[in-house]
DNA sequence: ATAGCTGCAAATGCTTTGCAAGGCC
DNA sequence: GGCCTTGCAAAGCATTTGCAGCTAT
C-alpha cells in the first residue's frame, strides 16, 4: 500500500480522518494541479482508478473540503456544480457548448470600483464569469 | 375584460401569441420595473391575481421570454434560476442569507481588461455576482 | 382550419438524507 | 470501543417533456 504524505496531511490538516475514499479523491483532486470537476466527474474517475466510492460520499466529501477551505464551488449553470481546486481570487471562462471552465488569472482582469456591501452586510466573495460561445 | 396595449405589444413585436397567460405572466414581469424573479415566485403571483397558469407554462414561458431577448436569466445557486426583466448591461448582489438579487448599476462598478476569448469563441456576456453575506 | 399553446402528470437530473454497517484512532 | 464515515436506496427539488385538448388568428 501507497502513502500519498501529501493528501494524507492535507486532510489531518482540516481535521478530516484521511480514510481511503478521502484520500483517494484528495488526490485525483490536489495531485495534478488546477481543476474544475463536478461530482459525477470526480465519481467516475475514482471508480477508474478501481477505488469503490458511492457518488453521496463523493458529495459528502466535496462539500466537506469545500467548507475547510480546500475546494471552491462555483456555478455557472443551474442544475449542476462545479468545484475548483484552486481557492485563490481568480475568475473563470465558461464555454458553454462544451459546459468546461478555465481560469482567467487574476492580473488578466481587472473589476474595479466595487459598490459599498449595503448596510449590514459584507463582501464574501466577488465571482465573474465570462461566458463563451462559439 | 381589460388591455395592457404595452405588454400586448411587447409579445407581438416578438412573435410570440398573446394569450391570456403570457399576457398575465408579462404584466406582472414588466409593468413595475426592474424585477428579479424565479419561476416559483413568479407562478405564486399570477395565481394570487386569479389568472389559473400551470408552473410548467410559468417555466416555458420564461424561456421563451428569455430567448426573445426580453428576459435575462442568471444563475446564482446551484439548482434555482433568477430571470431579470433589466436585460441592459449590469451586474448584481446577491445576499445569501435571503436569497435576494439587487442591481448594481453598470457605472458603479468596472470590469476592465477582460482577456481576448480564445480561439474560435465569443464572449456572450460577462456576468459579475458580488456575493454578499451578515 | 390550423399552427401554436397550455395543462397535467410523469419523467428527469442533480443533489441530499436516513440509517445500518464498517473503519479509523 | 467509540465516534466518525460510508454505502445504499429512497427522498427531495427544480425543471423539462409528452401528449391530448384548447385557442388565437
Given at each position: 500500500?501507497?502513502?500519498?504524505?501529501?493528501?494524507?496531511?492535507?486532510?489531518?490538516?482540516?481535521?478530516?480522518?484521511?480514510?481511503?475514499?478521502?484520500?483517494?479523491l484528495?488526490?485525483?483532486?490536489?495531485?495534478?494541479?488546477?481543476?474544475?470537476?463536478?461530482?459525477?466527474?470526480?465519481?467516475?474517475?475514482?471508480?477508474?482508478?478501481?477505488?469503490?466510492?458511492?457518488?453521496?460520499?463523493?458529495?459528502n466529501t466535496l462539500?466537506q473540503?469545500?467548507?475547510?477551505?480546500?475546494?471552491?464551488?462555483?456555478?455557472?449553470?443551474?442544475?449542476?456544480?462545479?468545484?475548483?481546486?484552486?481557492?485563490?481570487?481568480?475568475?473563470?471562462?465558461?464555454?458553454?457548448?462544451?459546459?468546461?471552465?478555465?481560469?482567467?488569472?487574476?492580473?488578466?482582469?481587472?473589476?474595479?470600483?466595487?459598490?459599498?456591501?449595503?448596510?449590514?452586510?459584507?463582501?464574501?466573495?466577488?465571482?465573474?464569469?465570462?461566458?463563451?460561445?462559439?
Open positions: 500500500m501507497r502513502h500519498h504524505p501529501a493528501a494524507m496531511d492535507r486532510l489531518r490538516t482540516v481535521g478530516l480522518r484521511p480514510t481511503r475514499q478521502r484520500l483517494a484528495a488526490r485525483l483532486l490536489f495531485d495534478q494541479g488546477d481543476r474544475h470537476i463536478t461530482a459525477e466527474m470526480l465519481h467516475s474517475e475514482v471508480m477508474a482508478t478501481g477505488v469503490r466510492v458511492s457518488l453521496a460520499t463523493v458529495y462539500h473540503f469545500t467548507e475547510v477551505g480546500l475546494l471552491r464551488e462555483i456555478v455557472v449553470e443551474a442544475g449542476r456544480s462545479y468545484f475548483d481546486t484552486n481557492t485563490s481570487a481568480h475568475h473563470h471562462f465558461f464555454h458553454e457548448s462544451k459546459g468546461t471552465l478555465t481560469d482567467i488569472p487574476a492580473d488578466q482582469i481587472t473589476v474595479a470600483a466595487v459598490p459599498q456591501a449595503p448596510e449590514g452586510t459584507r463582501v464574501k466573495s466577488v465571482d465573474v464569469i465570462v461566458r463563451l460561445e462559439d
